[in-house]
């Protein structure tokens, strides 16, 4: 721990026994937490533990029903987003946060713009916005660019670059690497240890327990609204123990065993992708997925990944190649044509492009087969209802609600409830982009599973992941992309993490 922790006898933030009640629901129940000035604090727990509630009790958005909150010694109620920015207390989101149709400055500046006599200070602003994305490490990112033709990991950039905008004492990063490949994961950890050799706290939340390792300096869990563990070393504390604290049991084994009877090599094809390209992201992209088998694609983020599996399905177009189902091609930039030959697709941002946020899980989980329980143009909700209950308690959706709003869901059910629409659908080939993306590791666990079952029922599956070893851990076979070009291909027990990232480093073809 540094000198600055060791020195200070007040934590810079101080709650103590936090509850927040919603209707029918206890969100938090009784969470204690201490953050001292300078210090990187990880908060872990499962989807639906309450850390999300707690983040917004603690940025404003949230008013808690019971407990203290003090700051900087003093009892406060923080009654608004900006009484905590104006504390110093500023959140990156796991969902990105900016505006598109703005520039980077607009959107860094956006509710504390600079101004005088009424007039905005745009050259001001601009130039701030430089000198904040050169201590980020990114001075490629121009001030008057358009938010929207960034990728993610540039918009991730943006909304950091927010953060530090403000005379800011504290910084809530939440899952802040999800859309970050190896490169800018070290970035963003050279950057937070900058931020707090000068005295900054940091809440740090993740799902991967080697980054905790790797920035944090103490853990809190917390569990079904609860802080069930705090003051953990974040060096040594054991990944078992972290674990155990998360989901009450110990995990010995995250990715599921293959099947010893699965004989992939003697079954049919399902998927036959040839020689496909967009003209921009990749080109010449060749592969077959066999029935039961599930085929992996990973590299860096832009590698093209994304836009492979989007040109798949049809949501992007295809200047070149074919792709075919069960040996009948499928027509080239059409969704509708890769639905109606069995094929789905899980996108990487599930809460703006799979899944309607405030309607009702059992609505979720038919949208792609409404055809099938309606009756002279009308839904008949009872068989929607019925199919859908059935899913949730297979899956183990928590909490088992079909009319529960989806958005109050945690993100490890919200992705069960995406693969049980598709599930419903009665899918030969399922497309997966970034799977576990915003997934604890316990739910992980169940969503790992439940593709494997689906290959072992006869589905073919393609994964896109970021994560070298979940696709290692998946896959049968793996294709590396750099580039937009496949630079090796093969199966999984034949290549190693560090294998791939020299690939996907060197960008030649293997």
Known sequence: MNQINADLQTPLLHMRGIEKIFPGVKALDGVD???RAGEVHCLLGQNG?????????????????????????????????????????????????????????????????????????????????????????????????????????????????????????????????????SGEVENLFRVTRGLTARGVAVIYISHRLEEIREIGDRVTVLKDGETVATDLNAKTTSTNELISYMTGRSIKSVFPERRADNHIEEAPVVLAVDSIS????????????????????????????????????????????????????????????????????????????????????????????????????????????????????????????????????????????????????GCKVLLLDEPSRGVDVGARTEVYKLIRDLADSGVAVVVVSSEVEEVLGLSDNVLVISEGNVVHSGPASEINEHQVLDLVMEGSVA
């Not at 992996?296 to 492979?308: D, F, K, N, Q």
């Not at 209950?389 to 409830?417: A, F, W």
Request: proline share 2%; net charge negative.
């Open 33 to 35: 937490l201490d953050v």
């Open 278 to 425: 967009d003209g921009e992201r990749f080109r010449d992209v060749t592969f077959n997925v066999r029935a039961g088998e599930v085929v992996g694609l990973t590299g860096l983020v832009g590698a093209g990944r994304s836009e492979i599996l989007e040109a798949i399905y049809g949501a992007r177009p295809r200047i070149t190649g074919t792709v075919e189902v069960s040996g009948e091609k499928i027509r080239a930039g059409s969704v509708t044509a890769a639905v109606k030959h069995g094929m789905g697709l899980c996108p990487e941002e599930r809460k703006s492009q799979g899944l309607i946020l405030d309607d009702a899980v059992y609505r979720n989980i038919t949208l792609s087969t409404f055809q099938r329980t309606a009756r002279l143009g009308w839904l008949n909700e009872g068989k929607e209802r019925a199919q859908s209950d059935k899913l949730v308690n297979d899956l183990e959706v928590r909490p088992q609600d079909i009319h529960r709003v989806i958005r109050t869901l945690s993100g490890g059910n919200q992705q069960k409830i995406v693969l049980a629409r598709w599930l419903l659908h």
């Open 49 to 181: 533990a309450g850390k999300s509630t707690m983040i917004k009790v603690l940025s404003g958005a949230y008013k808690h029903d019971a407990g203290t909150i003090e700051w900087m010694g003093e009892e406060v109620n923080l009654d608004s987003p900006q009484q905590a920015l104006d504390l110093g207390i500023a959140t990156m989101y796991q969902e990105l946060d900016v505006v598109d149709g703005l520039s980077v400055a607009e959107n860094i500046y956006l509710g504390h713009e600079l101004a005088r006599g009424g007039f905005s200070r745009r050259s001001e602003a601009a130039e701030h916005t430089r000198e904040i994305l050169k201590g980020l490490g990114h001075s490629e990112i121009s001030p008057h660019q358009e938010v929207g033709t960034l990728s993610a990991a540039g918009k991730q950039i943006v909304s950091m670059a927010r953060a530090l905008s403000r005379e800011t004492k504290l910084i809530i990063m939440d899952e802040p690497s999800a859309v970050l490949d």
